[in-house]
């Protein structure tokens, strides 16, 4: 007993040290990474270095400190409209010569890539170089690659260019397996949120709505493609269709790219642009390393931008990701009341989410634009929910491949009563004071009243959605029915419908803010406000650590896992969403 008491206790000694030497290495950690935050010198005949494979919030973001730390990388990931400032600052800064687009990958949706796209575009004016190189680039990276003046393909290596496509996976033989039933309430023929839980395959309504858009943002693709390889949208649809670039020589013979060439060529040809000799190197410079030598981050301005990025969901959000009614609704309160603040720029990048938390956040909107504008510029999504809190803004901004719309509804309650009965065994009862007190319950079927119950909640909401979008665009009633019915539009279309005021991007949506507001000059104060550097490392630890945890656990299973965890979200609550797990590849 005597032995068994000194194990213990030197044990129970040894956790304490140990868990002491962590705490003060945490503390190290994060102190190193709040030192990082020093400003940095950009040297002269400097190159910045943009990862096309990174992917780039709306709202700048802090990272694992303890990853940032062991990789070497920054703690803080410049969001994108920052990393259009950068660029566009980069063209006009004497030290920057040029930039190197690393085109593996592309990280991004389609509307931030034009977004990015438009920001290289712009920087080439500058008569400074823009060079695109990789070994194996996808067909969504070379869209932003083929803006640069030489695009760089490894010989051995590979690109893509065949064309768009989506897949969506079906749940509805995985459900009646278990012998869950779906109980599924809708308004709007093409809202195909659901269409996963009812059907095997595509509606034919789904797939005309699906077919159209996708046309329109490869017809996009086409076009700045054409425009930047000077190669006609016919030609290079006929490269896709008939499988014609298959190996890297293919993309050389048909001038997709410029040249084959390995990684030293490629540095050989920089350091020639730089009139470097010999052995000097060139002086690359990474995109977090520009950001911090360019503070652009401003606590207080006359216009005030706000990120709405991430489903959307009623109450508070612990988490920073997400469009918690709670928090938006204070945050745009206090926006309005503030009067230094005399415009709003409202960035909505979200595919919907709570139909009562949407109606939350239109409404504090609609306060605000009885005293200052409110404009409103769309990223990849701003559908569905996405849409009704977009839809009351005095002008509306999109790129022309966001994806918009989706102005309808829909309810999910599962019946789970034979789960439990035949595959666990698992029974249930008990009593009620009133014939509906327990409606809802997964334990058993909707009765025919139930249903219609809940149909008409669904109607109404509808109904209210459609009425939000003819006030707040102005148009007839029935013109927005029959834009409405669920159907998922591009910015292309939207625009020429009147769902959306112009095509354009962030820093044209804030020109506009600063003419309605009359404002010869103007600054950004951007929202949510970014938190003290100590209580963001801390936050970040836990919640990006536990989702590393379950992508590296469940591997290739992530993305199945994703959508059943967003199936549960559908659940309760009448929701305007789009249709999930949507992958345009």
């Known amino acids: 007993m005597r032995s068994f008491l000194k194990f213990f206790l030197a044990s129970f000694v040894a956790l304490i040290v140990f868990s002491i030497v962590a705490f003060l290495f945490m503390l190290m950690i994060i102190a190193r990474v709040a030192a990082s935050g020093d400003k940095v010198t950009v040297g002269p005949n400097a190159v910045l270095v943009i990862d096309l494979s990174e992917s780039f919030n709306e709202q700048r973001k802090v990272e694992n400190a303890v990853v940032a730390y062991m990789s070497g990388k920054s703690a803080e990931k410049p969001g994108l409209f920052d990393v259009v400032r950068l660029i566009n600052k980069a063209a006009k800064d004497d030290k920057v010569k040029g930039i190197y687009l690393k085109a593996e990958g592309n990280g991004n949706g389609y509307a931030a890539s034009e977004e990015l796209r438009r920001a290289i575009v712009e920087f080439r004016q500058s008569k400074k170089f823009v060079v695109a190189y990789a070994e194996q680039m996808s067909q969504n990276a070379y869209y932003l690659a083929s803006a640069a003046d030489k695009v760089y393909l490894h010989p051995k290596g590979m690109i893509d260019f065949s064309g768009f496509s989506i897949t969506m996976m079906y749940l509805k033989g995985t459900l009646e397996k278990l012998e869950i039933q779906p109980q599924i309430f809708y308004n709007g023929k093409f809202k195909s949120a659901t269409e996963p839980l009812r059907e095997t395959k595509m509606t034919e309504a789904n797939r005309i709505q699906t077919t ?142 709570s139909a009562l938390a949407s109606e939350g956040i239109w409404r504090e909107l609609s306060l605000a634009r009885k005293s200052k504008p409110v404009i409103v510029s769309m990223g990849d999504y701003a559908a569905s929910g996405g849409y009704y809190i977009s839809c009351m803004a005095d002008s509306i901004f999109a790129e022309p491949n966001t994806l918009t719309g989706s102005i309808g509804v829909f309810a999910v309650l599962p019946n789970m009563q034979g789960f439990f009965n035949n595959k666990l065994g698992v029974t249930f009862d008990g009593v009620k004071t009133a014939e509906y007190a327990d409606l809802g319950s997964a334990s058993r079927p909707l009765t025919e009243k139930e249903k219609q119950i809940i149909q008409r909640s669904v109607d109404t909401i509808y109904a209210t959605f459609k009425h939000r979008v003819t006030e707040g665009r102005k148009l007839d009633a029935s013109v927005v029915d029959s834009i409405a019915q669920g159907r998922v539009w591009t910015g292309i279309q939207a625009h020429k419908m009147g769902l959306v005021d112009r095509l354009g991007g962030i820093k044209d949506a804030i020109a506009c803010a600063a003419r309605m507001a009359n404002l010869p000059e103007h600054k950004l104060a951007t929202y949510p406000k970014v938190k003290d550097p100590y209580a963001r490392i801390m936050k970040s630890l836990g919640s990006e650590m536990r989702a590393r945890m379950i992508q590296e656990e469940l591997g290739e299973q992530y993305n199945l896992y994703k959508t059943i965890r967003e199936l549960k979200q559908m659940t309760g609550g009448v929701q305007a969403k789009l249709p999930y797990n949507m992958v345009i590849e």
């Open 212 to 353: 159209a858009f996708l046309g329109e943002l490869y017809g996009e693709f086409l076009q700045k493609v054409s425009a930047s390889r000077k190669i006609d949208t016919a030609t290079l649809h006929g490269y896709a269709n008939q499988g014609l670039i298959q190996e890297p020589a293919d993309a050389e013979k048909y001038k997709l790219v410029d040249a084959l060439k390995y990684n030293d060529q490629v540095m050989d040809d920089i350091k020639r642009l730089l009139n470097l000799k010999g052995d000097e190197k060139v002086n690359f410079v990474s995109l977090n390393s520009y950001d911090k030598a360019n503070n652009l981050y401003e606590m207080n301005g006359n216009i005030a931008l706000i990120y709405a990025e991430g489903d959307i969901t009623g109450g508070h959000n612990e988490e920073p990701t997400g469009i918690a009614s709670e928090d938006y609704i204070k945050i745009i309160r206090e926006v309005r009341q503030d009067k230094d603040i005399k415009a709003i720029v409202f960035r909505v990048n979200s595919p919907g989410g």
